[in-house]
């Protein structure tokens, strides 16, 4: 399989978050004449499996194909595939392409003997902005997943936990009144006890990979005047998840602990964490792959089952220009994938 030409053909056309489509055309095209008959699609997402769902365990490879934007500062064309020195230039080509066709080959080696799992390959949309076009349309068409491998470009060290994100929208109640006089209650003074609350508060579960949860107050708002006494003070909380909670047992704990009204924006974007004793974990332990912490989001975040993101190429040239994945960077890739994978007992 020529993996190298079909990422140099995904590199020519752009496919940015929610534009997918011609892109998509692309793979499931290729992969259905290069011998992958079973492709299935929902929306701009593919998948194909091993087998049929049985009593076996369900691993799931994942990557995405949708990009950013390019970047101020490219020096070259971000939609021309320029092979140099043995690294592949282009929008994509690090994120997440070379960790795309390196499951993609992955895939295709391991699905060729029997396994003790049923394995999925997909590449979804909409990565880059969490949007619901993407992993929410697709893990419902697999069933249940068992373990999932989540394809970026980790230097292939193993992401053994992601911080997650929660906004809240916080409001403080008082009651107005004139300032000059000693009328109303303030509700910037109630307000306060809140923030401090959310600036002081340490969660007792601390992440050996990501540290503590982390809660900041960044914006606020309150008043109409000078002189009349504020009835309501908003203020919102930006909360880091570090994989020890799920963000509903957050969002509960939160909510119990402070005298302002709470609202939610979202919980879809949780944190992960993935113990050393899980069978991936201690395989790639004994491999003498390095186990991190991520702070960047990822496919990871809107999984309910357990995941380790890993992939060739190196995150810090993700969104920054003249991108590139060097070629050795998704050979090697491929042969770790397999190292993990091949025979694995869940």
Not at 109 to 137: I, K
Not at 220 to 226: K, L, N, R
């Amino acid at each position: 399989m020529d993996t190298i030409g079909l990422l140099s053909d995904l590199i020519r056309i752009p496919s940015f978050s929610r534009e997918e489509k011609d892109a998509c055309d692309l793979l499931e095209n290729w992969l259905k004449n290069n011998g992958f008959s079973d492709v299935r699609r929902v929306g701009n997402n593919l998948w194909m499996e091993s087998e049929e769902p049985s009593g076996k365990p369900t691993i799931l490879l994942n990557a995405h194909i949708d990009t950013v934007k390019p970047s101020h500062g490219y020096t070259r064309d971000p939609f021309s595939p320029d092979i140099e020195d043995g690294k592949l230039y282009g929008l994509g080509s690090n994120d997440d392409g070379g960790p795309l066709i390196a499951l993609l080959e992955t895939y295709h080696e391991l699905a060729a003997r029997p396994q003790p799992y049923r394995l999925v390959f997909s590449a979804t949309a909409e990565e880059e902005v969490s949007g619901r076009g993407g992993m929410d349309c697709l893990l419902p068409e697999i069933g249940e997943i068992a373990f999932g491998v989540i394809g970026e470009p980790t230097g292939m060290n193993m992401a053994v936990a992601e911080k997650g994100l929660m906004v809240l929208d916080c409001s403080s109640k008082g009651k107005s009144g004139h300032a000059a006089r000693n009328e109303g209650i303030n509700a910037i003074y109630e307000a306060i006890q809140d923030i401090d609350w959310f600036r002081s508060y340490q969660f007792p579960k601390v992440s050996e990979y990501l540290g503590p949860v982390k809660m900041s107050v960044t914006m606020i708002s309150a008043g109409t005047q000078h002189n009349v006494v504020p009835d309501e003070c908003r203020f919102v909380v930006d909360v880091r998840p570090n994989g020890m909670y799920s963000n509903p047992e957050l969002l509960e704990l939160i909510k119990g602990s402070v005298k302002c009204e709470v609202k939610e924006r979202s919980t879809r974007i949780g944190s992960s964490h993935l113990p050393e004793s899980h069978p991936v974990v201690r395989r790639g332990l004994s491999l003498g792959l390095r186990p991190f912490g991520s702070p960047t989001t990822s496919n990871q975040a809107l999984c309910s089952f357990p995941t380790l993101k890993i992939g060739p190429g190196d995150s810090s040239r993700s969104h920054g220009p003249d991108e590139y994945i060097g070629l050795d960077e998704i050979s090697r890739g491929v042969e770790i994938y397999v190292k993990l994978l091949d025979g694995l007992e869940l």
